[in-house]
T-cell receptor
């Protein structure tokens, strides 16, 4: 089975621009979560989509948004980029199902490294 | 809000010894806790899950304990090897599938 893929792997943008990141989950996985990882804050939860609906949301401003398509692929958008948005953005997919999967294991992609200048 | 702390940012141990990593949390009652391993430039990889009603879980050289009274999980790697060097993350979740991660502990196993 192919793993979680994320595109692009690296991205450089300037302040004020917007960016769209893409994530393709493992085949059969309906849950896709997005995380922001920075050295100071660690892995912070952005949001989770399940069957095209946002099911959970973290404490990020409205500039961060996402969506999920019928094939479970997901996109994340950040508008009006700020320097502090520079981070590794990770996508993770899982079978869940609220608490249904035996391990509720999340499978992470390699991430998109976003640099805002 | 919930807070998750992992012991010392970095831990160095000698090959063959047991590494013990700590995850403490406050203001949260997780349904389960997971441990992940992350290598540089890669996404985290799932290692173990332990539920709130379980005290201990083992998988090969790995052992996890979970004390909901102390609000603490311990992660042990026995007979550590240089290949175990990585950053280890704990993650707490409720049945709603929303995860909260600690900042991680960087483990270096010295040959």
């Amino acid at each position: 089975k192919a793993g979680v893929t994320q595109t692009p792997r690296y991205l450089i943008k300037t302040r004020g621009q917007q960016v769209t990141l893409s994530c393709s989950p493992i085949s059969g996985h309906r849950s896709v979560s997005w995380y922001q990882q920075t050295p100071g804050q660690g892995l912070q939860f952005l949001f989770e989509y399940f069957s095209e609906t946002q099911r959970n949301k973290g404490n990020f401003p409205g500039r961060f948004s996402g969506r999920q398509f019928s094939n479970s692929r997901s996109e994340m958008n950040v508008s009006t980029l700020e320097l502090g948005d520079s981070a590794l953005y990770l996508c993770a997919s899982s079978l869940a199902g609220r608490g249904l999967a035996p391990n509720n294991e999340q499978f992470f992609g390699p991430g998109t490294r976003l640099t805002v200048l | 809000s919930q807070k998750i702390e992992q012991n010392s940012e970095a831990l160095n141990i000698q090959e063959g010894k047991t590494a013990t990593l700590t995850c403490n949390y406050t203001n949260y009652s997780p349904a389960y806790l997971q441990w992940y391993r992350q290598d540089p430039g890669r996404g985290p990889v799932f290692l173990l899950l332990i539920r709130e009603n379980e005290k201990e879980k083992r998988k090969e050289r790995l052992k996890v304990t979970f004390d909901t009274t102390l609000k603490q999980s311990l992660f042990h790697i026995t007979a550590s090897q240089p290949a175990d060097s990585a950053t280890y993350l704990c993650a707490l979740a409720n049945t709603g599938n929303q995860f909260y991660f600690g900042t991680g502990t960087s483990l270096t196993v010295i040959p």
